[in-house]
């Protein structure tokens, strides 16, 4: 049972353009979001994250949105750069759950110029 | 070291053979996770320690995998008798804080690479 979902594997866009990735969640208990960015042979970096008691986070070129009744949250990048190219991941964790991560199967990212 | 360093990096067995990898989290961080990472997928959590105390083992696929902490620093992950389908990347993840009292971020090693032949 995945509980955390993100239905597109890929995803391309010319640089400059906005990105938008997508994830899902079924898990009611989860209360805290997280973005990861992997490169090809290097762990996970984290991007940013969010709080069940907000609706967004922005840091920079990267904003989060959370929509709690939809169970829905998304990663907008803007603007797109061609060092933004990698496999984005989304994660979930509970606060009573230990901080253990749920993650999604990822997107990549493509930034064509 | 600055982050989390992991050993080896690439590590090629066959199928019966014991391995070990190791992880060396950024000093002073008192949660130290262990997530296992197929082809394709996401990563998938494994076990959490709180210093030298292993809290959390429900992710441990089977009993040939153990996972140790004993002086709450680098830590080893056992596999026993390895099977073709633990053929993954092994990656750990340590954090400043104790798990349940905070959230806050994890900072991830560049992994371990098992083949199991």
């Known amino acids: 049972d995945q509980q955390v979902k993100q239905n597109s594997p890929s995803l391309s866009v010319q640089e400059g353009r906005i990105s938008i990735l997508n994830c899902d969640y079924t898990n009611s208990m989860f209360d805290y979001f997280l973005w990861y960015k992997k490169y090809p042979a290097e762990g996970p970096t984290f991007l940013i994250s969010i709080s069940s008691i907000k609706d967004k986070n922005e840091d920079g070129r990267f904003t989060v949105f959370l929509n709690k009744s939809a169970k829905h949250l998304s990663l907008h990048i803007v603007p797109s750069q061609p060092g933004d190219s990698a496999v984005y991941f989304c994660?979930?964790?509970?606060?009573?759950?230990?901080?253990?991560?749920?993650f999604g199967t990822g997107t990549q990212l493509k930034v064509e110029l | 070291g600055a982050g989390v360093s992991q050993s080896p990096r690439y590590k090629v067995a066959k199928r019966g053979q014991d391995v070990a990898l190791r992880c060396d989290p950024i000093?002073?961080?008192?949660?130290l996770f262990w997530y296992q990472q197929a082809l394709g997928q996401g990563p998938e959590f494994l076990t959490y320690f709180q210093n030298e105390a292993q809290l959390d083992k429900s992710g441990l696929p089977s009993d040939r995998f153990f996972a140790e902490r004993p002086e709450g620093s680098v830590s080893t992950l056992k596999i026993q008798r390895t099977q073709q389908e633990d053929s993954a990347v092994y990656l750990c993840a340590s954090s400043a804080r104790a798990g349940g009292l905070s959230i806050n971020e994890q900072f991830f090693g560049p992994g371990t690479r098992l083949t199991v032949l």
């Open positions: 000093s002073g961080h008192v949660s």
């Open positions: 994660a979930a964790s509970s606060t009573g759950g230990g901080n253990k991560l749920t």
